[in-house]
């Protein structure tokens, strides 16, 4: 567990972040406006900058308090930023063992051949970097930083200078990377998508202050998320990739329910998370068996909100607890007249699987 609470302050912008309490464990993102202070909550954390004063301690061992700060090499920590820097007179096998050669004599480096193995860049290592594409500098980056056995992994935006493609591939992989390792992951980052993928908690981040700490299911299930972007509300379920398909589409269980989305690369029994738009989602009294949506969910009404003049969000709960949001126009909702407990069923137009 990471416990704490900082203050940073520079001329024109101070963090003071309020006590916050984080386990340590999967990945923590932050997340914020532009300037709302997410990097400087890490730097804060990390010991980088003398100006931190507050406290912070990590599994009981005190890293702040007050103006004590435990020097920065002792907290172990590794980083990947935006930009890899990568020093473009090494290749990468130089740039990966410039780190370790520095590594504190009371620790050993990871296991080199496992690490490049996993990182996908085994055959890579005689490139000159200045070479390389944007995605396989990260990925040295993220060797770089795992080599040197860290017992916490900051990344700091660290897939926004990649193209789309890059960007699919990095986040499986840091999503491998997290499984295996068991590293803890503190990810800053800007887009939704990211933190729907990602995330297993959040810290929201306000004005250099931390809002809000929730878990990802919690985030998605208040209508006012800033998670929530131009797509409007999305809802994130959690399933585990079933064994059948058919017709090209592959069943997912939700507990005892069932989803069937386009065949995925996933593995059967490999948990996933697929991502439904509210207005993708329609409601009805009963289970129709005479339309061509494929994907109907018995569900209880758990809220109705408002969402402008015309249109209703309705809440709607699986019968494994998970939620899901529907948008229904206010006309339906009157003629249907739902109510909060009513089951109803949820027909599902798209479901994003994401791989
Ligand atoms: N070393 C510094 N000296 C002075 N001001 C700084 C320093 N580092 C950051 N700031 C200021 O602190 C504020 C918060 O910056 P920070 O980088 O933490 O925000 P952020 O939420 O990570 O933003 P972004 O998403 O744009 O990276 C900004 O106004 C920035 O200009």
Same mark, same amino acid.
């Given at each position: 567990m990471m416990r704490g609470n900082l203050q940073l302050a520079f001329e024109q912008f101070a963090l003071n972040s309020g006590e916050f309490e984080l386990p340590l464990s999967g990945i923590t993102v932050l997340f914020g +406006? =532009?300037? =709302?202070?997410k990097s400087t909550l890490l730097r804060a954390m990390s010991g980088l900058d003398k100006r931190t004063v507050g406290e912070l301690s990590v599994n009981d061992e005190i890293w702040q308090r007050g103006s004590y700060a435990l020097p920065p $090499?002792? +907290?172990?920590i590794g980083f990947v930023f935006q @930009?890899?820097? &990568?020093? *473009?007179? &090494?290749n990468v096998k130089q740039n990966l063992f410039y780190g370790i050669k520095r590594l504190p004599k009371n620790i050993a480096p990871a296991n080199f051949n496992d690490i490049v193995e996993r990182v996908g860049i085994a055959d890579k290592l @005689? +490139?000159? !970097?200045?070479? &390389?594409s944007g995605g396989e500098k990260q990925r040295v980056a993220i060797a770089r930083a795992l080599l040197m056995q860290p017992k916490l992994l900051f990344m700091d935006? *660290? #897939? =926004?200078? #990649? @193209?789309w493609r890059a960007k699919a591939q990095l986040l499986t992989l840091i999503e491998e990377l997290v499984h295996f390792f068991k590293i803890p992951v503190f990810y800053i980052t800007h887009a939704p998508n990211e933190v729907e993928r990602l995330a297993d908690r959040i810290v929201f981040m306000k004005s250099g202050h931390i809002e809000t700490i929730e878990t990802l299911q919690q985030a998605l /299930? +208040?209508?006012? /998320? *800033? &998670?929530?972007?131009? $797509?409007?509300v999305v809802s994130v379920l959690s399933g585990k990739c079933g064994e059948k398909t058919e017709y090209g589409l592959r069943q997912v269980q939700l507990g005892d329910d069932q989803l069937w989305l386009s065949e995925a690369h996933t593995a059967a029994q490999q948990l996933l998370r697929v991502v439904i738009l509210a207005k993708d989602v329609s409601v009805a009294l009963s289970d129709p068996? @005479?339309? =061509? !949506?494929?994907n109907h969910l018995k569900t209880t009404i758990t809220s109705i909100n408002e969402e402008d003049n015309h249109r209703l969000l309705v809440r709607l709960q699986l019968q494994d607890g998970q939620h899901l949001f529907a948008e229904v126009t206010r006309r339906s909702a009157d003629r249907l007249q739902f109510k909060v407990g009513q089951t109803v069923y949820a027909l599902i137009k798209a479901v994003a699987i994401m791989e």
């Open positions: +406006r =532009s300037g =709302s202070g $090499q002792k +907290r172990h @930009d890899a820097a &990568l020093f *473009p007179h &090494l @005689d +490139r000159a !970097v200045t070479f &390389l935006e *660290p #897939l =926004s200078a #990649l @193209d /299930s +208040r209508m006012d /998320s *800033p &998670l929530f972007d131009e $797509q409007g068996h @005479d339309t =061509s !949506v494929t």
